[in-house]
């Protein structure tokens, strides 16, 4: 779970984190159309805690909605690397509060206990939809990202060059990442990626479908974001894949899976020039 808080630390300097009986989430609702990154970060609770109680504001709303600095927690989750047991508890000590109690091992029959009071703020149900889970967009292709150490490393390099770049797919499992500037154009392939199978909800096609598969898509995006987006991955997922959809209001979407939890992130689109 520190790999999982020490990357949302990466993206954003406050989220929303969101409580329930069976998962917790990270959320960051920034509007895409306007230049910002919207994440979100679902987790099982069985898979990272041994006992879990919760009560929320009613039996019919059983749910907590919190605002929190993310590297606080990752702060606090550092001191836990070698810990016995971590508990965190929700308490209101002068303000509200994510408590983090770490207890080390010790040589002494005594516990040694570290704990951190972590400010949080409470989120009134009335603004609770504003934090739901992002919709699918109708996507013109769907691709699998390379290794992600890599495409990270390709980045990096690419950023000392230009502000931007274009990422570039195809249903026949490529992509390129390219720089355009007046003095250099450098492109990267990636081949045999592979393409995830879509089955829409409704049953309807999606605009994937029936696509030429040589067609390439594009998304121009801030390069800076991808390359923060990349640099802040600690949780290896098992699979990362690539949304372009290039109409109207452009969107990248990347979407990323481990056994543990599933990670999605929106970047907004640039215009060509």
Known sequence: MAGVINTISKLTKTCTLRLTVCKLYFILSDKVANGGASMWCELCQGNFFDEFQMEGVAAEHNEIYLELVPENLSRALKTAHSAKAVKIKLTNKHCPCLRVAVELPSLSSSSRIVTHDIPVGVIP????????????????????????????????????????????????????????????????????????????????????????????????????????????????????????????????????????????????????D
């Open 125 to 272: 149900r009335r603004i609770w939809n504003d934090f739901r889970e992002p919709t699918m967009p109708d996507f013109d292709v769907s691709i699998y990202l390379p290794v992600l150490k890599i495409m990270k490393s390709v980045v990096e390099r690419m950023k000392n060059l230009s502000n931007f770049i274009v990422i570039e797919a195809n249903l026949s499992g490529e992509m390129n990442l390219k720089i355009e500037t007046d003095l250099v154009s450098v492109t990267t392939h990636f081949k045999d990626l592979g393409n995830p199978p879509w089955a829409s909800e409704d049953g309807c096609q999606s605009s994937a479908q029936g696509r030429n598969l040589e067609s390439m898509a594009e998304a121009r995006i801030d390069i800076k974001k991808l390359q923060q987006l990349l640099a802040g991955q600690q949780v290896n997922p098992t699979k990362a894949l690539c949304n372009i959809m290039q109409r109207v209001k452009r969107r990248l979407k990347e979407r990323q899976w481990s056994g543990d939890l599933t990670f999605l992130c929106l970047l907004s689109l640039l215009p060509s």
